[in-house]
């Protein structure tokens, strides 16, 4: 089965299988920031992109998993903000996303292998920055004890290796956070599928499956050139 058959099959359930909560990274990082033009690369289910609708943000989100996409076009349409999200069902390897174009470029929880055309899609993702808008990627630094069908071969970068894998130059970005952090995570006793990329911030309630869960966040601002 191809990753984005196991994806699909992932998604096809009835259920949710995230918490339609922002990632906490995204909430922490870009709260503060003026509403602009967003990708989301790997969106699942649409919660990032919902909650930058929300907040006046125009999103492109992109995903290989045609029901997830669905459920998230129909979380747009329950918060009001369909207009503001244009969603792409397309395998991030090969889509090419346009040049210097978003105020952010959001990558969440998308582990990819030591491979060159993985680390070329993070290098994408990085070109597709606009003058003075950020790149904000965050991953596990372990996946969670509670994941099932980890998938095979992925590398859970560190900050200093997500940095030295984008090979951003100096005089073309400034990085503002490189960095790990915990966050409170959950364990999803009650739900029939969970996965690597779970751990939404929603989902902490202080409870007694509640436990700490590591990340390392990179935001990286581009420069504007004189």
Known sequence: MSDRESWEARYAGNERVWSDEPNPSLRTEISALPPGSALDLGCGEGADAVWLAVRGWHVTAVDFARPALARGRAAADAHGVAERITWIEADLLSWQPPPATYDLVNVQYLHLRDDDREVALLRRAAEAVAPDGRLLIAGHEQ????????????????????????????????????????????????????????????????????????????????????
């Open 143 to 226: 996946f969670p004890a509670h994941a099932e069908n980890a998938p095979a071969g992925v590398v859970l970068r560190t900050a200093a290796e997500i940095l030295e894998a984008l090979d951003l130059p100096e005089r073309e970005w400034a990085v503002e956070v490189a960095e790990r952090r915990t966050r409170p995570g959950h364990h999803p006793h009650s739900e029939a599928e969970h996965g690597p990329a779970a751990e939404h911030d929603g989902a902490a309630d202080g409870g007694p499956h509640t436990h700490s869960q590591p990340d390392h966040v990179v935001l990286a601002r581009r420069l504007r050139q004189r």
